[in-house]
């Protein structure tokens, strides 16, 4: 039965729509560049959303962030998108990934925040590939999530199915060139962030089975990345940063 739900779901539900549905934000300009399901596109400066918490309801809440457009009243709700965020259970994932978010846009440290960075989905101009979207689907967070495969995989192939159907029968959302324009990456951005920086064994590392020498090293790089946004933050609020 829930085969099938997942069959469902992805087939009527994720086919002949969008492959994905991409926010910009241009920390250069203070927009926030929005491609909505109906194909329009949302531009907004970033210091005129107002963005909260949302959550599901239900014995295991999922936790988004949605971002308003306000009337001028400062209180009428006019439009509303949500971030591609969703986590089950507690919040506290949320307000890091929020703070991602605010530090780009608001603090001196795009550098150190592209360290933390460990995954891009291929999909920028083009399709996800069947084997991406199973890897997304199995990805663990260590090994002790092994003992789930077995009843895990199934499912995962199944999904991963009907996934790459509603990818060969959507569209890719292509910008309109006012928004391209505004967002064009200087040629001697230092700051690179892409699939080009993607761990090399990408099974390993979705499946957390990592050599121990590449573990260790990204783990490195982002603690001390890590560490240096926190001694910024705590040096311009004059407080220590938890």
Same mark, same amino acid.
């Given at each position: 039965?829930?085969?099938?739900?997942? +069959?469902?779901?992805?087939?009527?539900?994720?086919?002949?729509?969008?492959?994905? $549905?991409?926010?910009?934000?241009? /920390?250069?300009?203070?927009?926030?560049?929005?491609?909505?399901?109906?194909?329009?596109?949302?531009?907004?400066? *970033?210091?005129?959303?107002? #963005?909260?918490?949302?959550?599901?309801?239900?014995?295991?809440?999922?936790?988004?962030?949605?971002?308003?457009? +306000?009337? =001028?009243?400062?209180?009428?709700?006019?439009?509303?998108?949500? +971030?591609?965020?969703?986590?089950?259970?507690?919040?506290?994932?949320?307000?890091?990934? *929020?703070? #991602?978010?605010?530090?780009?846009?608001?603090?001196?440290?795009?550098?150190?925040?592209?360290?933390?960075?460990?995954?891009?989905?291929?999909?920028?101009? %083009?399709?996800?590939?069947?084997? #991406?979207?199973?890897? $997304?689907?199995?990805?663990? /967070?260590?090994?002790?999530? *092994?003992?789930?495969?077995?009843?895990?995989?199934? +499912?995962?192939?199944?999904?991963?199915?009907?996934?790459?159907? &509603?990818?060969?029968?959507?569209?890719?959302?292509?910008?309109?060139?006012?928004? =391209?324009?505004?967002?064009?990456?200087?040629?001697?951005?230092?700051?690179?962030?892409?699939?080009?920086?993607?761990?090399?064994?990408?099974? %390993?590392?979705?499946?957390?089975?990592? &050599? %121990?020498?590449?573990?260790?090293?990204? $783990?490195?790089? =982002?603690?001390?990345?890590?560490?240096?946004?926190?001694?910024?933050?705590?040096?311009?609020?004059?407080?220590?940063?938890?």
């Amino acid at each position: 039965m829930l085969a099938v739900v997942v +069959l469902k779901r992805f087939l009527l539900k994720e086919s002949f729509c969008k492959t994905h $549905y991409p926010i910009r934000f241009n /920390r250069k300009n203070q927009m926030i560049y929005v491609y909505q399901v109906n194909g329009q596109v949302l531009s907004a400066p *970033w210091t005129e959303v107002f #963005f909260t918490r949302a959550s599901t309801g239900g014995a295991i809440p999922e936790w988004g962030i949605d971002g308003h457009i +306000l009337a =001028q009243d400062g209180e009428t709700v006019v439009n509303t998108f949500s +971030l591609a965020v969703s986590i089950a259970g507690s919040s506290k994932l949320l307000s890091e990934y *929020w703070e #991602f978010i605010r530090c780009y846009m608001e603090e001196d440290c795009v550098e150190d925040l592209a360290e933390l960075v460990a995954l891009c989905p291929p999909v920028e101009n %083009r399709r996800e590939s069947f084997t #991406f979207g199973l890897q $997304y689907l199995l990805k663990v /967070r260590s090994r002790l999530e *092994w003992i789930w495969m077995p009843m895990k995989l199934p +499912l995962a192939l199944l999904a991963g199915v009907a996934r790459w159907v &509603a990818m060969q029968t959507s569209a890719i959302p292509q910008w309109p060139q006012a928004v =391209q324009d505004a967002c064009v990456t200087e040629p001697d951005d230092p700051v690179n962030v892409s699939t080009a920086n993607n761990p090399r064994h990408l099974w %390993r590392y979705v499946l957390a089975n990592e &050599a %121990r020498e590449e573990y260790e090293a990204r $783990y490195a790089r =982002q603690t001390a990345a890590n560490n240096r946004i926190r001694a910024k933050l705590a040096e311009r609020y004059g407080k220590k940063m938890a």
